[in-house]
């Protein structure tokens, strides 16, 4: 007995159809979405700040930023672990005996792919939305 003609092309058909629709899902949700972080010193008072920013398993390594310039660093995030963070130390002449702290990037926090933080005396600021650093 040979298989009818329907059962022939519905399996295949039904296969294709199920890979699309996991393809779907699977670039819906892309856990291995490039993120982008960039920081911008916009202390007040012309300050210059330095930067230093670290992961789990990166050491960025100090950098300065003149006034109004900005540092910038991209990652893929971890999807067999869903917790990548970076985090950063802070500091400028005004507070030079002071390191402020703050997480950069927290997976969980932070739902975008362009982080593009301004930080301020206070904290740092992701398109508006202000927070104090860690140790304050």
Not at 12 to 17: A, E, G, Y
Not at 58 to 65: A, K, R, V
Not at 69 to 97: A, G, I, M, V
């Amino acid at each position: 007995m040979s298989p009818s003609f329907t059962a022939t092309c519905a399996l295949p058909l039904m296969l294709m159809l199920l890979v699309v629709h996991v393809t779907t899902i699977a670039e819906a949700s892309y856990p291995l979405k490039k993120i982008t972080v960039r920081i911008n010193n916009t202390l007040e008072n012309n300050q210059e700040l330095t930067v230093h920013c670290k992961s789990g398993d990166d050491d960025l390594g100090p950098h300065n930023l003149l006034p109004k310039n900005t540092y910038e660093f991209s990652f893929k995030r971890n999807f067999l672990q869903p917790r990548t963070l970076f985090f950063c130390t802070f500091q400028w002449p005004e507070d030079q005996f002071k390191l402020h702290y703050f997480d950069i990037y927290d997976q969980k926090r932070d739902d975008c792919s362009k982080c593009f933080w301004e930080i301020y005396k206070f904290g740092a600021c992701l398109y508006g939305n202000c927070k104090r650093w860690n140790n304050s």
